[in-house]
């Protein structure tokens, strides 16, 4: 009896030893402190109450728009799942429609939306010629 419990305790405490999570933290300063200029601390992931540190965002990263209104380094907590753009960048919507975006330069905000709008055009042309040969091949 007494090795069948040892055995369940022992087994108990091998499935939980499993997780091993580093880097959690309450602020950007703790990141800051622990690891140096350019991480955040920000939740694990959408849905987690567990934050943990993370780089800043580099160009072409996902961002919150509405995240970038929150100073950096921020004492409070995030409540993002992502870091705000590094410095020199800003979050530039991916759409108008979406707090979501990409981290880019000024200038990249501006054509990275004409290249959308042209696309969403190119692709609606594509479709009415389209149908327009179909209409012109089956008469």
Not at 13 to 23: P, Q
Not at 53 to 72: F, I, Q, R, S, W
Not at 96 to 122: M, Q
Request: charged share 20%; aromatic share 6%.
């Amino acid at each position: 009896m007494l090795i069948a419990l040892l055995h369940v305790l022992f087994l108990a405490r091998s499935l939980t030893a499993g997780l091993v999570l580093t880097g959690a933290c309450e602020t950007d300063t703790d990141c800051m402190g622990a690891r140096g200029e350019g991480w955040c601390c920000a939740k694990w992931n959408p849905g987690s109450t567990l934050s943990v540190c993370k780089k800043l965002g580099v160009v072409n990263d996902m961002c919150h728009t509405t995240g970038e209104a929150v100073p950096y380094p921020f004492d409070g907590i995030r409540q993002f799942w992502r870091c705000p753009c590094e410095a020199s960048l800003e979050c530039v919507p991916i759409t108008s429609e979406t707090s979501i975006g990409r981290c880019g330069g000024s200038d990249a905000a501006v054509v990275k939306r004409g290249n959308v709008n042209h696309v969403y055009d190119g692709l609606n042309r594509l479709v009415l010629d389209s149908e327009f040969e179909m209409t012109s091949l089956t008469r």
